[in-house]
């Protein structure tokens, strides 16, 4: 298991590394939730950043493996490692803000700060969407060294 682990971090250190800070951001809103009694649409302020930090890190691991096959463009994985990390932080962290302040982070424009994360959120996805396409647009083009085993 070891193994795999060193593997995954040597494929794309950058997606791994956001992965396992969001880990530990996961155990810091775990800890949280029994701490703070407020909610948020009936559900504890806490656990929405919860389900986030690990479908995001099961998303940032699956790309970090898969990217690694795309061998000669190493120029465009790198692009967009890094900034599917950066907009994957930004997007976290406006999350753990509005979590932090006990509002709801979705469809939420109540206030000019509210309306700001909600866009800066939607902005985030957006973006990382279109480097999503291009990821995929490689695998189509670049026909990626899978193995078959």
Same mark, same amino acid.
């Given at each position: ?74 120029? =465009?994985?790198?692009?967009? !490692?890094? @900034?599917?990390?950066?907009? #994957? %932080?930004?997007? *976290? ?11 709801? =982070?979705?469809?939420?424009? !109540?206030? @000019?700060?509210?309306?700001? #994360? %909600?866009?800066? *959120? ?28």
């Amino acid at each position: 298991m070891r193994e795999f682990w060193r593997e995954l971090y040597r494929r794309n250190p950058p997606l791994v590394a956001l992965g396992w800070l969001l880990i530990a951001a996961f155990f810091f809103a775990l800890i949280a939730s029994f701490f703070d009694s407020r909610t948020v649409t009936g559900v504890n302020t806490w656990i929405k950043p919860m389900k986030f930090c690990l479908s995001v890190t099961a998303y940032l691991w699956t790309l970090a493996w898969f990217l690694h096959d795309v061998r000669d463009s190493r120029r =465009s994985v790198n692009l967009i !490692s890094y @900034s599917v990390t950066v907009l #994957m %932080f930004i997007e *976290m962290v406006c999350l753990y803000s509005q979590a932090g302040r006990g509002v709801q =982070s979705h469809f939420n424009v !109540s206030t @000019s700060y509210d309306a700001a #994360m %909600f866009s800066m *959120m939607g902005m985030m996805i957006y973006l990382n969407l279109l480097f999503d396409v291009w990821a995929f647009g490689l695998f189509l083009v670049k026909k990626p060294a899978i193995p078959n085993s």
